[in-house]
């Protein structure tokens, strides 16, 4: 019988705190996500009661040879 890898995937919300000095809340999020695109040690936590909210659902099946 042939064998499978299945890839279960749960959606979760995971958020980091990006500080910066802007003028207005609009110029703040661009200058966050300016900033975290720029980070390579960003560290991100897992939401409180994020991980069990959603359904599983599949995003992949390998057969393993």
Not at 15 to 42: C, G, R
């Amino acid at each position: 019988m042939p064998r499978y890898s299945v890839i279960i995937t749960r959606d979760v919300t995971e958020s980091t705190i990006v500080e910066v000095e802007a003028e207005t809340p609009e110029q703040a999020e661009t200058a966050a996500f300016e900033k975290l695109h720029e980070s390579t040690d960003t560290e991100w936590e897992l939401d409180e009661g994020s991980w069990n909210k959603g359904d599983s659902y599949v995003t992949g099946v390998d057969e393993i040879p």
